[in-house]
């Protein structure tokens, strides 16, 4: 089969926008965008557990919608009208949250029994940066991203035509991570992300992003999650917008950024709007901002209070001082679900 005729015949998935729209240009008819990023918020088994809990999530969220301008989801995967038209043809760059919606994608295409011969799986490898390339983007230490869209016509249509399915044997594995990812004990996933599996080269780095989220227990107590400290070290008994943390001038702000690669840079809004509702007395305070609703990480204004500056120096007494957050199968700083991160980076309940 030609290119142009895969093209057409072929069901394509992208993990992102760009993607999805360079594969029309190119003459795909059939492409399902699947652009959800699952570092952050819950995660499920059941595909129509999952697609609801994604739901209720984005909705509670005030600034991170699940929708595109157009009103279209950004995440089509398990949608109804969807043509699950044989060959399936998965195109995947170096980012990790499309390394474990390549995961996901493996699982549901078994759950509409798919053989996985005839789905086809193109990886790619990070575009080499240019000399130009900023020193920030040098250091990332996290591959969050890059997207298929980054290479030219010729690659992509060249490796279109070389596109093969995995061994069943892989497939398996990709399954089976999916369904470590999303299950409420994180124990033997983590172990599999730190120990390694084979051909999954994106599990160190994925688990080193992922515990970023959840509370530490250091031989002085329970301290923020690394995320979480590097906003209180930001914030300040000054008020400042979502946006103003986000350029600060620091090494800190680096970090911040770091991980925001990863997570969206809606996600800093998201969490600090969960700290300002945490608690009656709460460890940060919101306030309306320069800009009027609507305009993301200007519309409000935040500060951090004694007790926020409590939390951010001495630790804190309890997993629930902090608002939960859910991470994959689980949740980060809940009383049902009390993991915390040890100094060798493996998880323990507390």
Known sequence: MTEASLLRAATHVAFDTPTTERLVQLGATNVVRASDCLIVGPSRR?????????????????EHPDTDESGEKWDRLCSPDVRWEPP????????LHERVNRWRTCSWLRHCRIAHHKVLIIDFEPVPLSRAASQEVLTRPFACSESVSDHSDEILLDRLDKAQSWSAERYDRAVRLWDGYV???????????????EGFAELAPLWALLSCFFTRKTAGGLRLSRFDEIVFALLSSEWQTALALAVHESETRIHLWHLLS?????????????????????????????????????SKVYRLTERGMRLRDKGLDQLTDAPSLPVAGTEAYSASSPWVLLEDGRLARL
Do not use: Y
């Not at 600090?272 to 309306?288: F, I, T």
């Open 46 to 62: 059941d595909p129509r557990e999952h697609t609801r809990t994604r739901a209720v999530w984005f909705s509670s969220s005030e």
């Open 88 to 95: 399936v043809i998965l195109w995947v760059s170096a980012s």
């Open 183 to 197: 299950d409420e004990n994180p124990l033997s996933f983590v172990e599999s992300c730190i120990t390694g599996v």
């Open 262 to 298: 990863c997570t969206g840079d809606m996600f800093l809004e998201d969490r600090l709007n969960q700290w300002a509702k945490h608690d009656l007395s709460a460890a940060v305070e919101r306030a309306p901002g320069p800009k009027p609703p609507g305009h993301p990480m200007l």
